[in-house]
């Protein structure tokens, strides 16, 4: 049977990436709560501007999401390659 520090002793980055993948979920979880917060707020301020505000938050959220499912990808092949 192949123990745990076997894996770690063959591929160190193994040790280290899922803790990499847990920063990078709460730092992406952070920003986007922020984000649509921010967002919120200006649609309570003008209600009349909802529209364009919520066109504008659209494409900097996916993008965020993005990033963070980019660099879960990037901690995966970590481990595994």
Same mark, same amino acid.
């Given at each position: 049977?192949?123990?745990?520090?076997?894996?770690? /002793?063959?591929? !160190?980055? #193994? +040790?280290?990436?899922?803790? *990499? %993948?847990?920063?990078?979920?709460?730092?992406?979880?952070? $920003?986007?709560?922020?984000?649509?917060?921010?967002?919120?707020?200006?649609? /309570?301020?003008? !209600?009349? #501007? +909802?529209?364009?505000?919520? *066109? %504008?938050?659209?494409?900097?959220?996916?993008?965020?999401? $993005?990033?963070?499912?980019?660099?879960?990808?990037?901690?995966?092949?970590?481990?595994?390659?």
């Amino acid at each position: 049977m192949i123990g745990i520090s076997s894996i770690f /002793a063959a591929n !160190p980055g #193994a +040790a280290f990436a899922p803790l *990499g %993948a847990g920063m990078i979920v709460i730092g992406a979880a952070i $920003g986007i709560g922020m984000f649509a917060s921010a967002a919120a707020n200006s649609i /309570a301020r003008q !209600p009349e #501007a +909802a529209k364009d505000i919520s *066109g %504008a938050v659209n494409l900097p959220l996916f993008l965020l999401e $993005g990033v963070a499912i980019i660099a879960l990808v990037v901690c995966i092949l970590a481990v595994v390659g």
